[in-house]
């Protein structure tokens, strides 16, 4: 591949991408009728979990196949394609020859030319925008994971993008699985039937320990390094309060039925992970949101090795109190999930199912409003961490700050400082 012909002007996608959407087909080409129709599936992105998606992709209707596969790196392509084919039930499913193994920054768009019907978004956040961007605009039903951009820019494009998928009845199912959990969406229902009452208080706590990173090998350039260690570096993944927190964050602004915070102050650093191997991200977290009536959210997240691990949500009403991540609901309206129940749920599975089953019906689903304001949530939180500053939704909406590279070619890409509260702006 030559680089300079992949290279993508993303702050040039990003000014155009709400004209763009303008322009319709007359008609989206689909498989809306039986099953004896063949849907063909592909893959962008082929991390862990890019091939998950796919295995519950062809695992989620009868008449499926994987026919196409898209990643900037070979190796990880490879590894990919092999892992799906080593499972027995899947294997007659995928038929990805050679032709359609595509490699390179613009694998994305060749995946979505190779007559593909769905296409599932796995690449790291930043490239969610421009990727979701293509699929819509060739007419194609997408899988997008969490979160689904890094910045104020990413996030406008996405909201562009999702209501253009909606004028076309194209589904956008996110990758925010937590939302297709039966035993969750039971308890948010019970929430907002009232088993609380009037909520009065949110907190989150999402505190593991650390994750992968790879060892830099001789000859990779800055931006593979990078690219391969997408975790570490906010212009990929957004920062770890973006990249896994937004789960948590995202089942604070459901309970919430949907409605974001006015404003956020927040703190944070990098106190044990400082190593380069770990790019310029924080290792710690805390987040305050404030609602429009008052309500406030407290939201800490923490990957550190060593530590004792929390990953908890409670909903706190005038009534009672929910443990959302158990079940259960304690107070004047006790309840509890069925254990047997709860472990029978596979969320990852059942959002694939509702989507290729939403396909087959002809009756989209668009997840788009929640996957783009949820990340938001989360980039301004990571925002107020950053600067110190207290953060208002307008502001982290409006956002110019673009953290794309110059270019996007296989070369140098210097590692920024890691932000200083009370400096950064």
Same mark, same amino acid.
């Given at each position: ?32 009728? /039986? ?46 394609? &092999? ?8 294997? #007659?499913?995928?038929?990805? #020859? ?5 490699? /390179? ?23 969610? #925008? ?13 899988? &997008? +994971? ?50 609380? /009452? ?25 931006? +593979?390094?990078? *690219? ?76 550190? &090795? ?32 069925? &254990? ?30 929640? *996957? ?7 980039? *301004? ?32 890409? #210097? ?11």
């Amino acid at each position: 591949m030559n680089p300079a012909s992949a290279s993508v002007n993303r702050r040039r996608f990003l000014q155009t991408s709400a004209a763009a959407g303008a322009t319709l087909l007359s008609q989206v080409p689909f498989v809306h009728a /039986g099953t004896s129709d063949t849907i063909r599936v592909g893959l962008i992105g082929c991390g862990g979990r890019g091939t998950g998606a796919a295995s519950n992709a062809l695992r989620a209707d009868q008449n499926v196949r994987l026919t196409a596969l898209g990643d900037a790196f070979r190796d990880r392509l490879e590894s990919s394609l &092999a892992q799906l084919r080593r499972e027995a039930e899947l294997a #007659p499913k995928i038929d990805v #020859p050679r032709e359609r193994q595509f490699v /390179g920054f613009d694998a994305y768009q060749q995946v979505i030319n190779s007559d593909v019907d769905v296409v599932l978004l796995c690449s790291p956040p930043h490239f969610r #925008p421009a990727h979701l961007r293509a699929a819509v605009q060739a007419n194609k039903h997408v899988f &997008a +994971e969490k979160p689904v951009a890094v910045d104020g820019p990413g996030i406008r494009a996405v909201l562009a993008t999702c209501e253009d998928a909606r004028r076309r009845r194209l589904s956008i199912v996110s990758g925010l699985c937590w939302r297709y959990h039966n035993g969750m969406r039971e308890t948010f229902r019970r929430i907002h039937d009232g088993a609380l /009452g009037d909520i009065v208080a949110l907190q989150c706590n999402y505190n593991t320990g650390t994750l992968w990173h790879r060892n830099r090998h001789e000859g990779w350039s800055d931006m +593979e390094w990078q *690219m391969r260690n997408w975790l570490y570096f906010t212009w990929l993944s957004g920062d770890f309060n973006v990249e896994q927190h937004v789960h948590s964050i995202d089942k604070m602004a459901w309970a919430m039925r949907d409605q974001y915070p006015v404003s956020c102050y927040g703190t944070g650093g990098r106190q044990v992970r400082t190593g380069p191997e770990f790019g310029h991200i924080y290792d710690h977290m805390a987040v305050v949101y404030e609602f429009a009536n008052g309500v406030k959210c407290f939201a800490m997240c923490r990957q550190m &090795a060593g530590c004792a691990n929390e990953v908890k949500d409670y909903v706190v009403g005038k009534r009672g109190k929910a443990d959302v991540m158990a079940h259960s609901i304690s107070g004047e309206n006790p309840w509890r999930y069925a &254990a047997a129940r709860a472990r029978g749920d596979d969320m990852y599975q059942q959002e694939h199912n509702e989507l290729f089953a939403a396909i087959r019906r002809n009756e989209p689903i668009n997840n788009g409003e929640y *996957m783009a304001k949820s990340s938001l949530m989360a980039i *301004m939180g990571r925002t107020a961490c950053y600067t110190g500053q207290v953060v208002t939704w307008e502001q982290a909406l409006n956002s110019r700050e673009d953290l794309s590279p110059p270019r996007y070619e296989w070369g140098d890409l #210097p590692v920024p400082a890691v932000a200083m509260p009370g400096v950064v702006r």
